[in-house]
T-cell receptor, first 113, second 114 residues
Framework: GNSVTQMEGPVTLSEEAFLTINCTYT??????LFWYVQYPGEGLQLLLK?????DKGSNKGFEATYRKETTSFHLEKGSVQVSDSAVYFC????????????FGKGTTLSVSS | SQTIHQWPATLVQPVGSPLSLECTVE??????LYWYRQAAGRGLQLLFY??????ISSEVPQNLSASRPQDRQFILSSKKLLLSDSGFYLC?????????????FGPGTRLTVL
């Protein structure tokens, strides 16, 4: 079945460091890919998404490119801030009516000043 | 603009007691609705989804049930809670039927079963 695999955390960085959180997927067909962020004590917020191969999603300095050849959707940010500390979830959607997201287990990011 | 509400925000219940969590969406019609659970140290697991009033699909066998009595209301219930039901419950909605549609999440309910 379809699945999403994220790198294990926690990831601990200093402010202004470069961030990469790896995400790979297994899917039949052509899924849409998402990154969601969960700040402490809150629900999930969409960070960015890409709906077809080679699309790049971007938001708040974060970027991820839909790579079909490597089945990956790695999240990157050039310079992280303390306020980026959160749990990041990679997810895919099977692009079928009424289907839900399939999430990775989440990666905790902690940024210190 | 669309908003999604969940309540209560936190809940502590004894084992064997009933449960009712409510989710409502404003500002849209005929949304797809979802219940997810996030257990401690684990990722999100889809519990139920609904594409219309009275239409519920269950993703995993469990001690919980869901109902959709109105277009923008989604309720998660249990007759007798188990310890393993503890977790963070998230409701979400999406507009349209395509999987490319973004899902928007509510603030969640943290349930502790003692």
């Amino acid at each position: 079945g379809n699945s999403v695999t994220q790198m294990e955390g926690p990831v601990t960085l200093s402010e202004e460091a470069f961030l990469t959180i790896n995400c790979t997927y297994t899917a039949t067909g052509y899924p849409s890919l998402f990154w969601y962020v969960q700040y402490p004590g809150e629900g999930l917020q969409l960070l960015l998404k890409a709906t077809k191969a080679d699309d790049k999603g971007s938001n708040k300095g974060f970027e991820a490119t839909y790579r079909k050849e490597t089945t990956s959707f790695h999240l990157e940010k050039g310079s992280v801030q303390v306020s980026d500390s959160a749990v990041y979830f990679c997810a895919l959607s099977e692009n079928q009516a009424g289907t839900a997201l399939i999430f990775g287990k989440g990666t905790t990011l902690s940024v210190s000043s | 603009s669309q908003t999604i509400h969940q309540w209560p925000a936190t809940l502590v219940q004894p084992v064997g007691s009933p449960l009712s969590l409510e989710c409502t969406v404003e500002g849209t019609s005929n949304p797809n609705l979802y219940w997810y659970r996030q257990a401690a140290g684990r990722g999100l697991q889809l519990l139920f989804y609904s594409v219309g009033i009275g239409q519920i699909s269950s993703e995993v066998p469990q001690n919980l049930s869901a109902s959709r009595p109105q277009d923008r209301q989604f309720i998660l219930s249990s007759k007798k809670l188990l310890l393993s039901d503890s977790g963070f419950y998230l409701c979400a909605w999406s507009v349209g039927l395509a999987g490319t549609d973004t899902q928007y999440f509510g603030p969640g309910t943290r349930l502790t079963v003692l």
